[in-house]
């Protein structure tokens, strides 16, 4: 079965960088597209970036753009996002999540990885 | 951006009762419209994609229906683990963004 376990969340100060990961098992990793979507504390959830089963495609939210990277490593089975010059409101749970077409839609999510920016 | 609203913000039904959640596009979205559901401390769920289309073990109860604008989650019978919050969002814009309701919390009375 699909399963997408998240690491690398913690405290981060304002400005600096912070790379999160999601291993992924149960299903061909390098045949689906994947995605990041978080949940700041008590709120709702914001798309943040998707990448193409080969990696050759790569979209972000306009709210990360140039702050943050979507990479993959299909050898290893593993989805990361490097999030750079965090903000206040960049904080919050980050899910990975399958999107087996690629076209916006998260059939398998990870439980997350808590990030927290603050001095 | 497309904007999404749902109704209402919170519903407050017994068990067995029917449930029935709003979710309003600001533009048509045509049938691009997916439902996810999510419990205190754990991840979504795809529950409904493409307006009225179940997800992989899904159950009957939870159905959907809708296009361009106008969308309904309908939950037929409230079971006690359905009391969760419930997402709808579009992807009619991808991969220019993507957008998610609000949410709408469904809890017991």
């Known amino acids: 079965q699909v399963q997408l376990v998240e690491s690398g969340g913690g405290v981060v100060q304002p400005g600096r960088s912070l790379r999160v990961s999601c291993a992924a098992s149960g299903f061909t990793f390098s045949s689906f597209g994947m995605q990041w979507v978080r949940q700041a504390p008590g709120k709702g959830l914001e798309w943040v970036a998707g990448i193409s089963k080969d990696g050759s495609k790569k979209y972000y939210a306009d709210s990360v753009k140039g702050r943050f990277t979507i990479s993959r490593d299909n050898s290893e089975k593993t989805l990361y996002l490097q999030m750079n010059s965090l903000r206040a409101e960049d904080m919050g749970v980050y899910y990975c999540a399958k999107d087996e077409y690629f076209y916006g839609l998260f059939d398998h999510w990870g439980q997350g990885t808590l990030v927290t920016v603050s001095s | 951006e497309i904007v999404l609203t749902q109704s209402p913000a919170t519903l407050s039904l017994s068990p067995g009762e029917r449930a029935t959640l709003s979710c309003r596009a600001s533009q048509s979205v045509g049938s691009y419209l997916a439902w996810y559901q999510q419990k205190p401390g754990q991840a979504p769920r795809l529950l409904i994609y493409?307006?009225?289309n179940r997800a992989t073990d899904i159950p009957a109860r939870f159905s959907g229906s809708g296009s361009g604008t106008d969308f309904t989650l309908t939950i037929s019978s409230l079971e006690p683990e359905d009391f969760a919050i419930y997402y709808c969002q579009h992807r009619d814009s991808w991969p220019r963004g993507l957008t998610f309701g609000g949410g709408t919390k469904v809890e017991i009375k």
């Open positions: 493409d307006a009225s």
